[in-house]
């Protein structure tokens, strides 16, 4: 049960890094403060997909898992919400 647990957290990951890596390119066609933000919303998933990498390598748990993407979840929608808004700081 753990494998196949770990082995859907690492294809989770695979599939946030993929978004992520489609997205990338297209921020150098964004003014400053469009890439900024859409920077921060993908920074935002590079962080959950390493979580997922965390959990399968078993250094958290589930319910650790599912805090970090609660979080991830609150961020990302607190970001879409508030375009002012930065989670990186400059």
Do not use: C, H
Request: no cysteine; glycine share 2%.
């Amino acid at each position: 049960m753990k494998r196949r647990r770990a082995r859907r957290a690492l294809k989770a990951a695979r599939l946030i890094d993929e978004v992520v890596d489609t997205q990338l390119p297209l921020l150098a066609s964004f003014d400053e403060q469009r890439r900024r933000r859409s920077a921060d919303y993908l920074a935002e998933l590079v962080k959950l997909a390493q979580d997922y990498r965390y959990f399968a390598n078993g250094w958290i748990d589930a319910a650790e898992l599912d805090r970090r993407g609660r979080r991830a979840v609150t961020e990302l929608t607190k970001l879409r919400a508030d375009p002012s808004r930065r989670l990186i700081a400059d």
